[in-house]
Structure formats: structure tokens, C-alpha cells
């Protein structure tokens, strides 16, 4: 005698059909009010295009998935749209937690800067705390711009006693930045960033009228390791998080014709101290040794 059928319970449903997504990035734009020497977005020819879709559709699309994060960056950048906070302030009322990475280039209105104040979290690009050169490489951004909108978030959250979103600095360096690393530490400790990740640079033709640039390994790897090390221990004084991609100090360590001793960890962050009583403080990789 066969079972009686029943519907189909969890149970059910192989593992690999319920995983659902951490975190969905939708690319509002791939266009730029930026051109920072070492980005696609420089190269002679590039077109960046925005997405076709009503915020009522996107936040329709995104509702089934129930992703637990929504960053709405791509390889452009969103800030740029005169439409983007519309997208943000429905996607926060239907209760997704908003990320986003920016390059700070514009002066935000006040609406602009509330909304951003409302995200879990920012990734904001800054390569050095040097107001000359940075807008020579990040072409279209100001040191002084960027100063001002973290300001602008800080002020808002605490007026409104709204959470800080995670406030995290990214910096894409080249040999021309570089040497800035560990003043650049202190310049996000002291604008209330809670984090700053070195990025590892992939490499692009320079573009027509900018500065020529290197990856930090081909231009000099033992003093890209020792300002990676300077800069950790300024993170490990301030208590300030400080994540290096693997990728560059592997370059690096290649380059001397040494392996990696994965003094950090898979993504080369120094880890949070669990003993420190701040959860954000600094790494124990000496201890990891
Ligand atoms: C492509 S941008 C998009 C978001 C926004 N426009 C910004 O600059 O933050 C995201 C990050 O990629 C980095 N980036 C750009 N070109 C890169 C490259 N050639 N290699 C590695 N990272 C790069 C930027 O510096 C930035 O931190
Ligand atoms: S601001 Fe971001 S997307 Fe624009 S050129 Fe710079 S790195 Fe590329």
C-alpha cells in the first residue's frame, strides 16, 4: 500500500535550496562623478549605465530573498543619482538594513546626509589624509569634502540618538599613497571611523592625464610590509580596527621571494582583542605567532 501524499515540509527541501543570500549588492549605477586614476571607470571608452528599475520594483524584487544586509554600490557610484534616496528611504521602510560604499565626492544635502546617517553601515574610500594629493589621484574627491560629510553623519546620529553606522575607510593604495597609511589610521580614528581596510589593488593601463601609478609591491614591498606594521601598531594604540587584504601583503611577500606566514588572518585583519573589554579594539596577531 502506498503513503498518503502530504505536502512537502523544510525538511524536505535539500539544504542548498534554503540557503538564502547574507547580503544582496545591487548596482544603482555604474557610472561615476568620479575618476580616480587607478578605477575602471578611467579607462578611455567606459560607459557606465543605471539600473532600470522603480524603487517599488526593486524593494518587490528584493522582499522573497530576505537578505539580512542590502548594499547598494556597484562599480559606480550611487550617490550621484538624484533619485538614489528614494531608493534608500523605501528600502529602509520596508525594513532592510542599507549598506553602501561611497566616495563622499559631493556635498550632501541635508536629506542626503540624514539618509546615510540611517544605513548600518558605510564604506567610504580615502586613500590619504593629504588634501594635495588625494583629488590628484581620486580625481573628483576632496579630503576636506570627505571631512565634512563624516562630520555631517556624526552630528546627525547623535542629535537624533541614533546608532552610528559602522564607519568603515577604504583605502585602494598605490606607491603614491602609500607612505600615508599610518597617518591615515590616525585621521579615521580621529573622524569617529570605526575601521579602515587597505585594499589590494588591481592593476589598469594608466589613464591619458593622470598621474602614472604602480601596485605598492612592484614599486617597493619592504616598505609597504613596514608601513602595514607601523600602521597596526598606531591601530593597536588607538584600539581602532585595522584590516590589510591578504592579496597585497602575498604581492608583497612575493615579490622578496618569501612566503606568507598569515600574520593576520584569511582577509589579513587584525583580529578584535577578546580580552581588551572593546570589541572593536586591537589585533592579538602577535599572540597568534
Ligand atoms: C569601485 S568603487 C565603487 C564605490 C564608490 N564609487 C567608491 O569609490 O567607494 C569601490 C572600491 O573599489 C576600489 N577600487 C577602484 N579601482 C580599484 C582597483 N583597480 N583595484 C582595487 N580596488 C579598486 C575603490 O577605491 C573603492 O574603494
Ligand atoms: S569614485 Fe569609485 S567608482 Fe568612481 S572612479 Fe573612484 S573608485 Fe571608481
Given amino acids: 500500500m502506498t503513503a498518503p501524499r502530504r505536502a512537502p515540509t523544510r525538511t524536505d527541501i535539500p539544504v542548498l535550496l534554503r540557503a538564502r543570500p547574507r547580503e544582496i549588492?545591487?548596482?544603482?549605477?555604474?557610472?561615476?562623478?568620479?575618476?580616480?586614476?587607478?578605477?575602471?571607470?578611467?579607462?578611455?571608452?567606459?560607459r557606465g549605465k543605471d539600473l532600470a528599475m522603480s524603487p517599488e520594483q526593486l524593494a518587490d524584487m528584493l522582499a522573497p530573498y530576505a537578505p539580512p544586509e542590502v548594499r547598494i554600490t556597484g562599480h559606480?557610484?550611487?550617490?550621484?543619482l538624484p533619485h538614489w534616496t528614494k531608493t534608500a528611504k523605501l528600502?529602509?521602510?520596508?525594513?532592510?538594513?542599507?549598506?553602501?560604499?561611497?566616495?563622499?565626492?559631493?556635498?550632501?544635502?541635508?536629506?542626503?546626509?540624514?539618509?546615510?546617517?540611517?544605513?548600518?553601515?558605510?564604506e567610504i574610500s580615502c586613500d590619504i589624509a593629504d588634501a594635495e594629493l588625494l583629488p590628484r589621484v581620486?580625481?573628483?574627491?576632496?579630503?576636506?569634502?570627505?571631512?565634512?560629510?563624516?562630520?555631517?553623519?556624526?552630528?546627525?546620529?547623535?542629535?537624533?540618538?541614533?546608532?552610528?553606522p559602522h564607519l568603515n575607510i577604504s583605502a585602494t593604495l598605490t606607491d603614491l599613497t602609500m607612505h600615508g597609511l599610518p597617518d591615515l589610521v590616525r585621521w579615521a580614528h580621529a573622524r569617529r571611523c570605526h575601521a579602515l581596510e587597505v585594499v589590494n589593488l588591481e592593476r589598469y593601463p594608466a589613464p591619458p592625464g593622470g598621474l602614472a601609478w604602480r601596485h605598492p609591491s612592484e614599486a617597493d614591498p619592504e616598505r609597504m610590509l613596514a608601513l602595514i606594521e607601523e600602521a597596526r601598531g598606531v591601530a593597536r594604540e588607538l584600539g581602532f580596527t585595522f584590516r590589510v587584504q591578504q592579496g597585497l601583503i602575498d604581492a608583497c611577500l612575493g615579490v622578496l621571494g618569501q612566503k606568507s606566514e598569515r600574520p593576520f588572518n584569511e582577509c589579513g585583519e587584525c583580529r578584535p582583542n577578546p580580552t581588551s573589554g572593546d570589541a572593536r579594539a586591537a589585533d592579538v596577531s602577535e599572540e597568534r605567532r
Fill in 138 to 164: 581620486r580625481r573628483g574627491c576632496r579630503l576636506e569634502r570627505i571631512e565634512a560629510n563624516l562630520a555631517r553623519i556624526v552630528a546627525t546620529c547623535e542629535r537624533e540618538f541614533r546608532e552610528l
Fill in 76 to 80: 559606480g557610484e550611487t550617490t550621484m
Fill in 91 to 122: 528600502l529602509l521602510e520596508r525594513g532592510f538594513a542599507v549598506t553602501t560604499n561611497s566616495n563622499f565626492a559631493k556635498e550632501f544635502s541635508d536629506d542626503e546626509i540624514d539618509v546615510l546617517s540611517r544605513f548600518r553601515s558605510l
Fill in 25 to 46: 549588492w545591487v548596482e544603482l549605477t555604474s557610472d561615476c562623478n568620479a575618476r580616480c586614476i587607478y578605477c575602471c571607470v578611467s579607462q578611455p571608452g567606459y
